[in-house]
């Protein structure tokens, strides 16, 4: 390697060097009592993989002390950057400001703060990125520490979104922990939609991928962030960000109940015609009434929800604020 360096300029052989090969990318939002045994059990896996890394924290808007950590961290290790949002933005964004901040020049490697993700797993995932593949995703084997409300809510979400989802294809059990090569995670910082269902836009992206399959532990500490109202707005994300089936389920419900009417019409003209019109029928009249009611409104309401995201869309904001970046510092060759 050093023999292939020699015709550059000085600078930029120093600017190659200068940039680790990967990074870690952890979002982290009030983990104040996880991130030290974090930061403890991730130094010695990426040091045993042996290529320059660094590690990107970034601070989504914590109450707690979480950046005084960071930048603890930071103090006593050079391979630690760290990215503060001027406030909580949410996971999706806090990762993607991470990414968009990571200096690695061949691979990402996204996990959480919390240690469900085990670091341990990470030389698996480059050992597969070392085989050739772009995307090495951890696919979790057992889940434990959720209940089963979680689990089967989960799986019904993975069983919706295939049936429904179209053309990409969304690994279940799979949460962000990967591993991205330098192509996809410029592939994915392209995407800059505001409205961002990370898994998706991980599966959109596309090329060789590959599962690493691993246990999911249950929280080291601290609390999970996503309870059921969370989750439930997590799913309609993802729906409405990947495919327009509900709006067709409008239409269909329309043609259906429409062909509906047609026929009760023709039956009430001959019933008529036949049986002469004693007037009667409330009790089915309302039910009519209510029934294509509430029909309507839930129409209305999903194209609501698609009109809303364009609406949010159109004001091309940008994704997050910072309000402090630090970077890495160059890393030392080999
Ligand atoms: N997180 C974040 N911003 C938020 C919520 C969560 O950066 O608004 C981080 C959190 O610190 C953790 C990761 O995202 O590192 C996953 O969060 P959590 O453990 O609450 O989610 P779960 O594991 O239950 O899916
Ligand atoms: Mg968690």
């Known amino acids: ?50 290529l320059p890394w660094e590690v990107v924290y970034v601070n989504d ?41 990571a200096a690695a020049e061949q691979a990402v490697i996204v996990i959480d703060a919390d240690l469900q993700d085990p670091p341990e797993v990470i030389p698996d995932l480059v050992a597969a ?14 889940r ?43 592939a994915l910082l392209a995407l800059r939609e505001q409205h961002r269902f990370m898994k998706g836009l991980f599966a959109w992206v596309g090329f060789p991928s590959i599962p690493v399959l691993y246990d999911r532990a249950p929280r080291a500490a601290g609390e999970t962030k996503w309870n059921y109202w969370r989750l439930w707005n997590l799913s309609l994300e993802g729906i409405t960000a990947f495919t327009v089936g509900p709006l067709k389920v ?47 409104l839930m129409t209305l309401g999903i194209i609501g929800e698609y009109l809303g995201r364009v609406f949010n869309e159109t004001k091309r904001r940008p994704l997050y604020i910072v309000e402090r970046h630090v970077p890495s510092e160059a890393q030392p060759p080999g």
């Not at 950046?67 to 949410?90: C, E, I, P, T």
């Not at 990125?129 to 057992?142: N, T």
């Not at 409300?149 to 969304?170: P, Q, S």
């Not at 001959?270 to 009611?293: D, E, H, K, Q, W």
């Open 250 to 296: 409008a239409t269909y419900l329309g043609l259906f109940t429409a062909f509906g009417a047609v026929i009760y019409g023709v039956q009430l003209i001959i019933r008529t015609i036949l049986f002469g019109n004693p007037v009667a029928g409330y009790p089915s009249l309302m039910a009519v009434v209510l029934f294509l009611g509430g029909v309507q």
């Open 129 to 142: 990125w070392r085989q050739g593949f772009d995307v090495a995703y951890a696919r979790r084997r057992a």
């Open 61 to 101: 808007g914590s109450r707690d002390g979480t950046l005084a950590l960071m930048l603890a961290l930071r103090a006593q290790d050079s391979r630690v950057a760290v990215v503060n949002l001027s406030r909580n933005f949410g996971k999706e964004i806090a990762l993607t400001a991470g990414l968009d901040h």
């Open 144 to 186: 434990e520490g959720e209940t089963w409300l979680k689990k089967a809510t989960a799986a019904a979400f993975y069983r919706v979104m295939k049936r429904i989802g179209g053309k990409v294809d969304l690994p279940a059990d799979t949460g962000d922990f990967r591993l991205m090569s330098r192509r996809a995670l410029d």
């Open 1 to 50: 390697m050093p023999s292939d360096l020699a015709p550059y300029p000085p600078a930029l052989q120093a600017a190659t060097l200068a940039r680790p090969a990967l990074s870690v990318v952890v979002p982290a939002y009030d983990e104040q009592e996880v991130l030290p045994a974090f930061h403890a059990r991730l130094v010695p896996v990426m040091e045993a993989i042996g």
